[in-house]
């Protein structure tokens, strides 16, 4: 079992930063891919960006490419995401996600992260 704990969300103005965290416990925090998925009101979750176990390989959806940035502390067993220059668009509860979905080649598919955190929202005013 592994257990996922978000923070950092809160409400901002466009244009502003934030920065996620995503604290792990549980089984070998490495032997995971980690990931971002968030959710709109009503829109369905949709993928944020993607860490593989060992850091070296990273992937962001199309709409936050060049704004966010997806990064791993394996000795802190914490993910992060860092979210610049952002929008009102990009307001949605946040997920973090434990998986295999860059090992399995299906990085954006939800059902390739077995474990997920809470969420923690953030809001974009404009």
């Known amino acids: 079992q592994v257990q996922l704990v978000e923070s950092g969300g809160g409400l901002v103005q466009a244009g502003d930063s934030l920065r996620l965290s995503c604290a792990a416990s549980?089984?070998?925090?490495?032997?995971?891919?980690m990931a971002w998925f968030r959710q709109a009101p009503g829109k369905e979750r949709e993928f944020v960006a993607a860490?593989?176990?060992?850091?070296?390989?990273?992937a962001h959806a199309d709409s936050v490419k060049g704004r966010f940035t997806i990064s791993r502390d394996i000795a802190k067993n914490t993910v992060f995401l860092q979210m610049n220059s952002l929008k009102p668009e990009d307001t949605a509860v946040y997920y973090c996600?434990?998986?295999?979905?860059?090992?399995?080649?299906?990085?954006?598919?939800?059902?390739?992260?077995?474990?997920w955190g809470q969420g923690t929202q953030v809001t974009v005013s404009s």
């Open positions: 549980g089984r070998a925090f490495n032997t995971y891919d």
């Open positions: 860490i593989a176990l060992r850091g070296g390989l990273t």
């Open positions: 996600a434990a998986g295999t979905g860059f090992q399995r080649n299906h990085i954006a598919t939800m059902t390739f992260y077995d474990y």
